[in-house]
């Protein structure tokens, strides 16, 4: 099985930073597509940013310019580096993975099978 851990999270003021890590279990294989969602109650786990096995990355158009995702092999760990933060950031964030197709974007929660647990981001203005 492949076990994802988040970490990073926190409470930051507006236009502040947050780095964020995903750790894989290091008998997993690397993954094709790794990827970060969020979700607030009340509302639908929505893409962040997502990296395939060639470093191509996908971003939401919320986050583009703000939010970089990248990825360490040897280690099994996947990064989400979160600048100039809004409060619209606030949200707990997923880790996730998918091995099965070619196809990598985080516009389709559903296409991941493996999640952390997640980590907490609150950004106050």
């Known amino acids: 099985q492949v076990q994802l851990v988040e970490s990073g999270g926190g409470s930051v003021q507006a236009g502040g930073s947050l780095r964020l890590s995903c750790a894989a279990s290091?008998?997993?294989?690397?993954?094709?597509?790794m990827g970060w969602f969020r979700q607030t109650p009340g509302k639908k786990r929505e893409g962040v940013a997502t990296?395939?096995?060639?470093?191509?990355?996908n971003y939401a158009d919320s986050v583009k310019g703000r939010f970089t995702v990248s990825k360490d092999n040897a280690k099994n760990t996947l990064y989400l580096q979160m600048n100039s933060l809004k409060p619209e950031d606030t949200a707990m964030y997923y880790c996730?993975?998918?091995?099965?197709?070619?196809?990598?974007?985080?516009?389709?929660?559903?296409?991941?099978?493996?999640w952390g647990q997640g980590t907490q981001v609150t950004v106050s203005s």
């Open positions: 996730a993975a998918r091995y099965a197709g070619s196809w990598c974007f985080a516009s389709r929660p559903s296409g991941f099978g493996y």
């Open positions: 290091e008998y997993a294989s690397s993954p094709p597509c």
């Open positions: 990296i395939d096995s060639d470093s191509n990355t």
